[in-house]
């Protein structure tokens, strides 16, 4: 069965601070998509990356970075020097590949509070 | 482009009201989805279209809800009749075959039922 895990409920830092933002998924495909979406405090879902299983490269984004790694089934985020307009939810998704079945598999999403 | 548009932002009914949910999924999209958002349950797929058909809709919790999509451009999601556990946030997303995977979200609409 499909499985998404974020650990962390939330998280609090101090503007300017690094964080990383963890998610670690279960499948039984061999192709599958991966996602991180942010939810400000206005509520709408903004899609940030997409992934797919056979690309295991790094991605940087600005401030923002994703690490895929398949050997231990993660896909973390990591912002880099915080500002307080990062404050949301963050989700990670996993949507199998097969035709027909674009489902997504939430995670129960991280709570990001960035302090000025 | 404009994104995914929703309608209403918000609703207030009363238990025992009818509710309908609108939707405008982005042009050339041809997946659409209807998910719900409560502080319990997260974020739950209720159902799913493929070119106007439902495809998937073992997430409705019950028969007091229905969806359908008449054409490419607008679906719905009616609640008959409403209970106030029906309270949440619910989000229409649209994607679009072959090109990407990732579900394109409207702003919601928060349904408050009293």
């Known amino acids: 069965a499909q499985k998404v895990t974020q650990a962390q409920t939330e998280i609090s830092v101090v503007e300017k601070e690094d964080v990383t933002l963890d998610c670690v998924y279960e499948t039984r495909d061999t192709t599958y998509y991966l996602f991180w979406y942010k939810q400000p405090p206005s509520g709408e879902l903004v899609f940030l990356i997409r992934?797919?299983?056979?690309?295991?490269q790094n991605e940087i984004s600005g401030r923002y970075s994703w690490n895929f790694q398949k050997s231990t089934s993660s896909f973390n985020f990591t912002i880099t020097a915080s500002q307080v307009v990062d404050s949301a939810v963050y989700f990670c998704?996993?949507?199998?590949?097969?035709?027909?079945?674009?489902?997504?598999?939430f995670g129960t999403g991280t709570r990001l509070k960035v302090l000025a | 482009d404009a994104g995914v548009i929703q309608s209403p932002r918000h609703e207030v009914t009363e238990m025992g009201q009818e509710v309908t949910l609108r939707c405008k999924p982005i042009?050339?999209?041809?997946?659409l989805f209807w998910y719900r958002q409560t502080m319990m349950r997260g974020l739950e797929l209720l159902i799913y279209f493929n070119n106007n058909v439902p495809i998937d809709d073992s997430g409705m919790p019950e028969d007091r809800f229905s969806a359908k999509m008449p054409n490419a451009s607008f679906s719905t999601l009616k609640i008959q009749p409403s209970e106030p556990r029906d309270s949440a946030v619910y989000f229409c997303a649209s994607r679009r075959t072959g090109v990407d995977y990732e579900q394109y979200f409207g702003p919601g609409t928060r349904l408050t039922v009293t």
């Open positions: 998704a996993l949507s199998e590949a097969n035709p027909g079945t674009y489902k997504y598999i």
């Open positions: 042009s050339g999209h041809d997946y």
């Open positions: 992934r797919n299983s056979f690309d295991e």
